[in-house]
């Protein structure tokens, strides 16, 4: 994730962030692009930074190749098979 500092703001982009703050917002391009705008901070919990943290999780190397390696898994598993592998018994 990149982070672009604003030194000024057209009015429309102004608008679309008034709006994401308060909300958050798709926006959908003409060619079906959507993309999803909202903010991240609250100015009342500035420690809470989301996008920070989601910075240091993408920097975990380990944590990133478990994800991949679990995304090419193609075993699946019904909720009755994972009921048995639990000894779990449908009441």
């Known amino acids: ?5 604003l030194t000024t ?6 608008d679309l962030l ?6 958050g917002v798709l926006l959908r391009l003409p060619n079906g692009k959507v993309f999803l705008l909202t ?14 943290e989601v910075a240091r999780t993408r920097q975990n ?3 990133m190749q478990l994800l991949r390696e679990r995304s090419q898994e ?3 598993y019904s909720a009755q098979q ?6 779990l018994h449908k009441s």
């Open 61 to 63: 190397a380990a944590l």
């Open 39 to 52: 903010s991240v901070t609250d100015a009342a919990e500035e420690d809470d930074d989301f996008a920070d």
């Open 18 to 23: 008034d709006l994401a703050d308060a909300e």
């Open 1 to 5: 994730m990149r982070t672009i500092e």
């Open 9 to 14: 703001i057209a009015q429309p982009v102004e």
């Open 82 to 87: 994972v009921r048995e592998r639990l000894g």
């Open 74 to 76: 193609q075993t699946r």
